[in-house]
């Protein structure tokens, strides 16, 4: 099984930063996709930004250029460097992965992580 870690939540002012990490552990073969997601309350768990093995990423129109998604192939690790935050960016924080995992063969997993709260004060 792959399961994911996440760490770096918490409370910040307006216009203030953030660094959100994730860490993938278990029978993984290889990881494809990584990406974060986020969901305020009473909406819909959204796209936030992801990054594939090759280095290629997506942003959603409402973080680019203040958001900064990254990854450590080598530690199965993904990030999220979060600058100027605003309010509409509180939200649950979750970190997902796509990829093969092996161990009595291979299959592919999509796992999730448990969330992390950011909250932006105004």
């Known amino acids: 099984q792959v399961q994911l870690v996440e760490s770096g939540g918490g409370l910040v002012q307006a216009g203030g930063s953030l660094r959100l990490s994730c860490a993938a552990s278990?029978?993984?073969?290889?990881?494809?996709?990584m990406g974060w997601y986020r969901q305020a309350p009473g909406k819909q768990r959204e796209l936030v930004a992801v990054?594939?093995?090759?280095?290629?990423?997506r942003y959603t129109d409402s973080v680019k250029g203040r958001f900064t998604i990254s990854r450590d192939n080598a530690k199965n690790s993904v990030y999220l460097q979060m600058n100027s935050l605003k309010s509409e960016d509180t939200a649950v924080y979750y970190c997902?992965?796509?990829?093969?995992?092996?161990?009595?063969?291979?299959?592919?997993?999509?796992?999730w992580g448990q969330g992390t709260l950011v909250t932006v004060s105004s």
């Open positions: 997902n992965a796509r990829g093969l995992q092996n161990g009595d063969g291979y299959r592919l997993f999509e796992v």
């Open positions: 278990g029978s993984i073969f290889r990881i494809n996709d």
């Open positions: 990054i594939v093995s090759g280095g290629s990423t």
